[in-house]
Every structure is written in structure tokens, then in C-alpha cells.
Nanobody, 123 residues
Framework: QVQLVESGGGLVQPGGSLSLSCAAS????????MGWSRQAPGKQRELVAT???????NYADSLKGRFTISRDDAKNTVYLQMNSLKPEDTAVYFC?????????????????WGQGTLVTVSS
């Protein structure tokens, strides 16, 4: 069994910064794409950013320049650095990953999601 656990959410003032972490654990053979999505109150979940195993990052157009995604494969962890935060960035942030695991002696790719961490941007 594999799981993702996010940390780093909280309350921050407009213009501030916050860093999120998401660590994968369990029976992990390798991890391909990792990413972050968010869901604001009353809105659909939207993609924030993804990063490939080779380190190529992609961002939602509206977030380019303020958010930075990175990963540490030695720690099976993905990060999201958020700068110049705005009230509209308030949301529950979810990480996800494509994880290759071994189940019943068979390699399988699983799309795994974390439980989410709340980020509130308010004065």
C-alpha cells in the first residue's frame, strides 16, 4: 500500500509565502509524475502544477511566476513553494503521484492522492 501525506498548510497574510510538502510512503518501486491541485470553496478542483521524473515542470498559466514545484526523489517528496499569495489562493491543496508499486508480484501503476492541506490567505 502506498500513501501521500501533505504538510505545510496554514494561515498566511496576502503577499506572504508558504511552502507545502508531500511525502510518499509504502511499497514504492518508482514515482513518475507528481503534482499539486487545489479546490477552493464552492469551486471545482483545478490543476496547480506537475513535475515529471526528469524534473520538467508545468504550471497553470495563472500561477506561473508565483508558484514553484520541485521534487526530491531520494525522499519521495514533492514540494510547492507559493509566493505573493492572494486571497483567491485560499483552497485545499492536494498532491498526487503516479506510483509504480508491486502488488501480488505484479508491477502496477497507481494514481495516488493525498488527503489535502488547507491554505488560507487572509489578513
Amino acid at each position: 500500500q502506498v500513501q501521500l501525506v501533505e504538510s505545510g498548510g496554514g494561515l498566511v497574510q496576502p503577499g506572504g509565502s508558504l511552502s507545502l510538502s508531500c511525502a510518499a510512503s509504502g511499497n514504492i518501486f518508482s514515482i513518475d509524475r507528481m503534482g499539486w491541485s487545489r479546490q477552493a470553496p464552492g469551486k471545482q478542483r483545478e490543476l496547480v502544477a506537475t513535475v515529471s521524473r526528469g524534473g520538467r515542470a508545468n504550471y497553470a498559466d495563472s500561477l506561473k511566476g508565483r508558484f514553484t514545484i520541485s521534487r526530491d526523489d531520494a525522499k519521495n517528496t514533492v514540494y510547492l513553494q507559493m509566493n505573493s499569495l492572494k486571497p483567491e489562493d485560499t483552497a485545499v491543496y492536494f498532491c498526487n503521484a503516479q506510483i509504480l508499486t508491486i502488488m501480488d508480484h505484479v508491477p502496477r501503476y497507481l494514481e495516488v492522492w493525498g488527503q489535502g492541506t488547507l491554505v488560507t490567505v487572509s489578513s
